[in-house]
């Protein structure tokens, strides 16, 4: 089946800890997206990527960082700097630009 | 600045009476707007995409518009069913957005009661 996964699905991370949130698709896609979520809050970007070693900061960059060395996947490293990290992390994907974009299931990062 | 926003933040219906769930975008300069069901603790799933160009679009039960002139477009759920309950997000995309950034609203919650 084709699709979007993402691991884990909870993650629990200490004050100063550094943590991966794993996302890999299986479409073909050349786009990719990281979002975080709030509670009562829309969708806000934290990183893109449209292609294979290329990725651009989104609107709360601050405190991630990406890689994208393969085409199926995109992993976001939450750091210590990120003051703020307890969200619902979505990853997406799309074909390219203005299509549909497709998101996988979801992690929830908690800070102990 | 632009925005996009959707009201009410949650409604309550009876089984059977269609559903309106309304999106406000500030900019009418749009590439396309999607809309999206997210069930509790879940990912995202796509609903409908209308084109910049496109006055609406139907699956189903589902029709969505899209009126760039006055920066509104409508989700309507015919006959809902209880397992319509979810919160329903709209996205923007701008034309000024060269990569496909996808600009969210905060979310209608909706519950379809038996």
């Known amino acids: 089946d084709g699709g979007i996964t993402q691991s884990p699905k909870y993650l629990f991370r200490k004050e100063g800890q550094n943590v991966t949130l794993s996302c890999e698709q299986n479409?073909?896609?050349?786009?990719m997206y990281w979002y975080r979520q709030d509670p009562g809050q829309g969708l806000r970007l934290i990183y893109y990527?449209?292609?294979?070693?290329?990725?651009q900061k989104g609107d709360i960059a601050e405190g991630y960082s990406v890689s994208r060395e393969k085409k199926e996947s995109f992993p976001l490293t939450v750091t210590s700097a990120q003051k703020n990290p307890t969200a619902f992390y979505l990853c997406?994907?799309?074909?390219?630009?203005?299509?549909?974009?497709?998101f996988g299931p979801g992690t929830r990062l908690t800070v102990l | 600045k632009q925005e996009v926003t959707q009201i009410p933040a949650a409604l309550s219906v009876p089984e059977g009476e269609n559903l309106v769930l309304n999106c406000s975008f500030t900019?009418?300069?749009?590439?396309?707007l999607q809309w999206f069901r997210q069930d509790p603790g879940k990912g995202l799933t796509s609903l409908l995409l209308i084109q910049s160009s496109q006055r609406e679009q139907t699956s189903g039960r589902l029709n969505a518009s899209l009126d760039k002139s006055s920066g509104r477009s409508t989700l309507y759920i015919a006959a809902s069913q209880p397992g319509d309950s979810a919160t329903y997000l709209c996205?923007?995309?701008?034309?000024?957005?060269?990569?496909?950034?996808?600009?969210f609203g905060a979310g209608t919650q909706v519950v379809v009661t038996p």
């Open positions: 479409l073909n896609h050349d786009a």
């Open positions: 997406a994907s799309s074909i390219e630009r203005g299509q549909y974009q497709f």
């Open positions: 996205a923007v995309i701008y034309t000024t957005d060269s990569w496909g950034k996808l600009q």
């Open positions: 900019d009418s300069a749009i590439y396309n």
């Open positions: 990527s449209q292609i294979v070693n290329d990725f």
